[in-house]
């Protein structure tokens, strides 16, 4: 299996600017997840997915950020407008049991 | 509101020293994951505990579960620079909604 892929790997985008992070999960993970990883706050659950529905979104920050999943393999976090300090790693992970196999991260910049 | 708390935050060592980082919790976990994260990269995942006391050795990594399974450790003997890299220990509440810790970031210097 080629692992949990995450795109882009970097993107550098204006502030109010639309961004979309992909991610394709495990096959035969019911379980995804998403994640932010900065320096100050370490790695942040926004909201994770069981069998393509969203369980828990409370660590989403606000209404900027949204997340679907519209199929077992392919679920996207939404940032509109963009604002500088949404810059981060952001990850995906994927699950079938309480062990999480992580994709490599997009390295979001916001200037 | 469930936090687990690492120490140390950092920690240098030169090659061939032992080490050992902890992970503790007011709070009861289910299992608890150790996780490894190296620049650019995600955490990959290193060991689960599950039950109170459990010892579990992946070569010269020693992981431990408290009996209460509130707390755990790693300890690595005879660290290599190839060992360097952030430590991440994780807690699973129980329904699949895992709690991070902060990490303890290991350089080990040749």
């Known amino acids: 299996d080629a692992g949990v892929i995450q795109s882009p790997r970097h993107e550098v985008t204006e502030m109010g600017q639309e961004v979309t992070l992909r991610c394709k999960p495990i096959?035969?993970?019911?379980?995804l997840f998403w994640y932010r990883q900065t320096m100050m706050r370490g790695l942040e659950l926004l909201i994770y997915?069981?069998?393509?529905?969203?369980?828990?979104d409370s660590g989403m920050p606000e209404d900027r950020f949204s997340a679907k999943m519209p199929n077992a393999s392919f679920s996207t976090l939404k940032i509109q407008p963009s604002e500088p300090r949404d810059s981060a790693v952001y990850f995906c992970a994927s699950s079938w049991s309480y062990e999480q196999y992580f994709g490599p991260g997009t390295r979001l910049t916001v200037t | 509101t469930q936090l687990l708390e690492q120490s140390p935050q950092f920690l240098s060592i030169q090659e061939g020293e032992n080490l050992t980082v902890y992970c503790n919790s007011s709070?009861?976990?289910?299992?608890l994951q150790w996780y490894r994260q190296e620049p650019g990269e995600g955490p990959v995942l290193l060991v689960t505990?599950?039950?109170?006391?459990e010892v579990k050795k992946l070569k010269r990594l020693t992981f431990q579960f408290g009996d209460a399974r509130k707390d755990s450790s790693l300890h690595i003997t005879a660290a290599q620079p190839g060992d360097t890299g952030l430590y991440l220990c994780?807690?699973?509440?129980?329904?699949?909604?895992?709690?991070f810790g902060a990490g303890t970031r290991l350089f080990v210097k040749a």
């Open positions: 994780a807690g699973d509440t129980g329904g699949f909604k895992t709690i």
């Open positions: 505990v599950v039950t109170g006391g």
């Open positions: 096959s035969g993970h019911d379980y």
């Open positions: 709070s009861v976990f289910s299992s």
């Open positions: 997915f069981n069998n393509n529905v969203p369980i828990d």
